[in-house]
């Protein structure tokens, strides 16, 4: 009740343009983003090769798998500083206990990591080159630093300050990228050329990006340190904030990795690079809804009818464009990536990609729903059964429709989350709030 209060204070405080303003730059950094997929990434694969892109796109996934450490924390954070709007105090104090759960994650997960991998590697893709081994430790590195920097990005976005959370995000991203092309095209056409820019761009950005931080809220650190502060949150009572939807929120992320954790170990690593090209192309339409979301959350804690408006938004701005791109994936592959884009088997996987990405845009307002009632078992609930059936698609299907069983997994997720958080809102009676 407290958050919902708080919450509802802040959005009132809040002008309309603020909202417009944190959606545009949200969408402003998602086109950078875009561009980057689009322009860079073909780029990359005529300079690598197919078998060290697949070791990069091992890389990719490796991390993304490894994110998940971050569910909940990551959706949850930005709800519980927009819920101390106000109170300078109370936001270092929540920011230092978010700060510490991020260091200690990323230290212990780096360590665990490093140690482990001698005999993961061999398990995920025997045929990995001692090069392409070094490639996931940097990865592994590159993780760490990026989860410790999502302290300051909770704090920003939660006090909707995205403006600032995504220009310094695109700076960061520009020079990663750039150090990467320079390094792949005139350093070393190998993975781990195109993962050591990320790593050592991403120690000056957290470090840059934490003392900001530290900097801004110098006297209320202080008064914390004195003890002056009696309002910082134990440790304990943030987590027991966030246990539940963190497992419910650590599903939901495991069925948008599922489909590369399983084909990771069950194709040829040259087969997979031609697979995570596809998805990745395809997920690129997934952040088109994101910008909405994060900057409607707010809203939707303090006015339910706004959940309406953000449904229309992300079927407009996502769902439409994923229909008709997946309606001429092959030509848009080939025009994408010329001659490599030719192969019937990206083509058929990004079209069921793009089907499930255009039913999982229309759950997102749902969603947003569930995350402002902090609906967690009714959110465990969709994702737990749709993972159970994504297993099914793809250890049944795999065998018959090789990569393609990826795609369809793509599609029972989008059209189950739709179906069951139609329900689930019904259900609640709020359909038509």
């Known amino acids: 009740m407290c ?30 983003m875009a561009v980057v997929t689009l322009f860079l990434t073909p780029v990359y694969v005529h300079s690598l090769g197919p078998a060290e892109w697949g070791a ?18 990551g959706q949850v954070a930005p709800r ?27 230290l212990v997960t780096w360590v665990l990591g490093q140690a482990s991998m001698a005999w993961v590697l061999p398990w995920v893709s025997p045929d990995m080159s ?12 590159q993780f760490a630093l990026t989860f410790a920097n999502s302290a300051p990005m909770g704090l920003w976005n939660g006090l909707q300050m995205q403006q600032r959370a995504n220009l310094r995000q695109a700076g960061f991203l520009a020079l990663k990228h750039a150090g990467a092309l320079w390094c792949v095209t005139q350093l ?34 202080l008064a914390l340190r004195q003890g002056h502060d009696a309002q910082a949150p134990s440790l304990r009572v943030l987590m027991s904030h966030l246990g539940g939807f963190g497992v419910a929120v650590l599903a939901g992320m495991l069925t948008s990795q599922l489909d590369r954790m399983v084909l990771a ?3 040829p690593l040259q087969d997979f690079g031609i697979y995570a090209l596809a998805v990745t192309f395809g997920l690129a339409f997934m952040n088109l809804q994101q910008p909405l979301q994060k900057a409607f959350l707010p809203r939707i804690v303090a006015s339910r009818g706004e959940a309406r408006n953000l449904f229309w938004a992300v ?50 307002a749902d969603y947003t729903r569930l995350v402002a009632a902090n609906a967690w078992r009714a959110v465990l609930a969709i994702n737990g059964l749709i993972l159970l059936v994504q297993w099914t698609v793809l250890t049944w299907g795999l065998p018959a429709l090789g990569m393609s069983a990826g795609g369809w997994s793509w599609v029972a997720c989008g059209v189950l989350q739709f179906a069951l958080g139609r329900w689930c809102v019904m259900k609640r009676g709020e359909a038509r709030a």
Do not use: K
């Not at 101390?84 to 230092?96: E, I, P, S």
């Not at 025009?335 to 083509?347: E, Y």
């Open 188 to 221: 070393s056409a190998q993975a781990w050329a195109y993962v050591l820019p990320f790593v050592l761009v991403g120690v000056v950005e957290t470090i840059v990006n934490v003392r900001t931080v530290h900097r801004e809220y110098s006297r209320e650190a």
């Open 315 to 364: 079927a407009l701005v996502c769902g439409l464009p994923c229909l008709v791109v997946a309606w001429w994936s092959g030509e848009v592959l080939q025009l994408w990536l010329g001659a490599r884009g030719s192969d019937p088997r990206m083509a058929s996987v990004l079209a069921l990609v793009l089907v499930g990405v255009a039913f999982n845009a229309m759950y997102a």
């Open 56 to 73: 990069v796109a091992l890389c990719i996934t490796f991390q993304s798998v490894l994110f998940l450490l971050d569910a909940g924390l």
């Open 130 to 141: 001692d090069a392409s081994v070094w490639a996931v430790r940097l990865a592994l590195t």
């Open 265 to 267: 170990s069950r194709l």
């Open 80 to 106: 519980e500083f927009a819920s101390v709007h106000g109170d300078r105090h109370r936001q270092y104090a929540l920011y230092h206990r978010f700060e510490m759960i991020y260091v200690r994650g990323a």
């Open 3 to 32: 958050l919902r209060v708080g919450m509802q204070r802040m959005a009132e405080r809040a002008p309309r343009w603020l909202l417009w303003r944190n959606v545009l730059s949200n969408y402003a950094y998602v086109g950078l």
